[in-house]
């Protein structure tokens, strides 16, 4: 028998009291056991007597979240994954307590739990359960379940979370074998596991691709998105080697100041070469000299078969065959590369003035042909040729006579300088300068050849065939003398004229003249004066002047005497 005193203030209208397995219902057990029953205490007498006190039913739970009450079976969000997430469960007026847990689908949360008892019994309980909020809690269901021992089955209430989440996979498609340039290529690039939906931006190399594709965008089981885009587009010989990338973002990555998800694809496009000649600004170089054409070009396979250079439009020759390289290309020649290929280079020596001219090439692999984008002009330089013009070439002395140093060939065609020879000898106090040059007051020691040498970036040239410099002056000074011994009267008398220089050209006609006697024209323009059957009036001063298509010489003087007739 234990003494103990047991008591516990609940309503008795509550209270049911068993005995032995059998229901009590008049306070008092068999076998002498004894109980006391007032209006809210039960007190055990006898251990014989099994005792079910009252049981009050818990209200039904409430769910709180950062303490602010949900409605049940409602959708809350959107939460971000990653942040903190705080569920409280709340239940009063249970007795005995009734017990409270937290669960996310299946799984049961872990949770802290506070219980307070007030009047009668009755107990107010609390349950917290903080846990960081994932994808995996996306459209998952939080229940609250109330368990007691008034109740028949548990009451439960429940919300569902809108988690939005970073994507967790991005795909690029792209060819698996190279493709040739002119073909259509297409890039697939899809963005799984996100929420909201992501969007996707296509690069080619670091540059945005405008206009980007349109990209579709499917709801998943897992309330997630997938995000898909195709890139089209006619694949060209700058698309080889280029990197096309895609990028998947969404804000979920944006507010966590998180990096996109990113995959490259590399192209591999075959094409035919893409040729320029190089230097583009061309080359000048003097004959004899060299000059070197590269035929530069891109192209793959960059193995080529052929290479063939023209000038002026015309095929001017075709490169032969040389070892190819192995460093030529990175890791060595890719596998049926041949052990030859053509040059690329045109080399010159010796370069001749014919070789001048507008020069391209083609080159040719397996995909086709390629013609040089540009020309270029190889200009070859050389000294001049040069003549010499005499204007006029037959001038009077004391005037004037013009020289010029023409080039008649040669590149360039300007004369830088010019150099004068006449009859061999430099010309004095001509300027290297001019290509022409006037000499002025004219003497007859200046006729003779000339001849002159041009300069121009190529050197100097030969000397110019000559021209001659004819220059006309008049006869000397004149001097007459008698032919005859005496001058007689009544017989014939000669006077001659001569001159100290004929002038050039040599004097053809002479002219007298007498203050005292008339002459006759035709006899009065020969070297020589004859007069017959002279007489008194024969006496007097002669003159004679030698005379070219210059001009008239100085005057020289006679004076005649004659003597008298001899009487036998």
């Known amino acids: 028998m234990d003494n103990t005193i047991r008591c516990i203030d609940i309503p008795s209208e509550a209270l049911v009291v068993y005995t032995d397995g059998s229901k009590f219902d008049d ?27 009252f049981l009050v039913k818990p209200q039904p739970p409430e769910l709180y979240v950062d303490g602010v009450p949900v409605q049940n079976a409602t959708t809350l969000g959107p939460y971000t994954e990653g942040s903190t997430f705080i569920l409280d469960c709340r239940s009063s007026g249970g007795r005995p307590p009734p017990l409270l847990t937290l669960w996310n689908g299946t799984r049961a949360l872990s949770a802290k739990s506070h219980v307070q008892t007030g009047g009668e019994g009755a107990s107010d309980v609390i349950v917290t ?50 493709v040739v340039a002119g073909e259509m290529v297409s890039l697939t690039c899809t963005v799984e596991g996100s929420r909201p ?14 206009p980007q594709p349109p990209a579709s965008r499917d709801l998943m089981s897992d309330a997630t998105y997938r995000t898909s885009s195709t890139l089209v587009f006619i694949a060209s010989r700058h698309d080889h080697q280029g990197e096309f990338c895609c990028q998947g973002l969404n804000e979920v990555q944006r507010l966590q100041l998180q990096p996109p998800l990113l995959q490259v694809v590399t192209l591999d ?19 004899t000299g060299e000059a070197v054409l590269t035929c530069s070009f891109s192209a793959n396979p960059p193995n080529v078969t052929e290479v063939v250079w023209y000038k002026d439009g015309k095929a001017a020759k075709q490169l ?45 692999n397996a995909f086709g042909r390629g013609n040089s984008s540009n020309i270029i002009t190889v200009d070859v330089l050389y000294p001049p040729t040069v003549r010499v013009g005499v204007t006029p070439s037959v001038a009077a002395e004391s005037s004037e006579a013009v020289l010029t140093c023409e080039p008649v060939d040669g590149n360039p065609a300007l004369l830088m300088s010019v150099r004068w020879h006449h009859d061999g000898d430099p010309v004095a106090g001509v300027t290297g300068e001019g290509t022409r040059f ?118 020289g003087h006679f004076s005649l005497k004659l003597r008298g007739e001899c009487a036998l």
């Open 27 to 53: 306070g008092r057990g068999g076998g002498g056991d004894f109980i006391s029953i007032s209006k809210r205490k039960i007190i055990l007498v006898s251990e014989t007597l099994t005792i079910a006190l």
């Open 197 to 210: 939906a992501a969007s996707i931006t296509w690069f080619n190399r670091s540059k945005e691709v405008e």
């Open 129 to 178: 359960a903080r846990f960081v909020l994932s994808r995996w809690d996306l459209e998952s269901r939080l229940e609250c379940r109330v368990q007691s021992n008034a109740t028949l089955a548990p009451m439960l209430k429940w919300v569902k979370l809108d988690i939005h989440v970073k994507p967790v996979s991005l795909r690029l498609r792209g060819p698996t074998t190279p």
């Open 269 to 287: 496009v075959l094409y035919p070469p893409s040729v320029m000649v190089l230097p583009v600004e061309g080359l000048i170089v003097n004959e």
């Open 320 to 364: 032969p065959l040389r070892p190819a390289p192995s460093n030529g290309l990175k890791g060595g020649p890719p596998p049926g590369t041949p052990p030859y290929r053509p040059s690329n280079k045109l080399v010159l020596n010796g370069i001749l003035r014919s070789e001048a001219g507008a020069y391209t090439c083609h080159v040719r």
């Open 438 to 555: 006037t000499l002025r007051n004219l003497t007859r020691e200046q006729s003779g050849n000339y001849t002159c040498k041009g300069l121009n970036t190529a050197g100097w040239s030969q000397d110019s065939e000559p021209k001659y410099l004819d220059i006309h002056y008049p006869p000397g000074s004149a001097s007459i003398s008698q032919v005859e011994a005496t001058a007689v009267k009544g017989q014939t008398v000669t006077l001659s004229c001569k001159l100290d220089d004929a002038g050039h050209p040599p004097a053809s006609r002479f002219l007298w003249e007498s203050p005292t006697r008339p002459l006759a024209t035709n006899a009065s323009s020969n070297q020589e004066l004859v007069m017959t059957a002279v007489n008194a009036s024969a006496e007097g001063v002669y003159f004679c002047a030698g005379r070219n298509d210059v001009g008239t010489g100085p005057l």
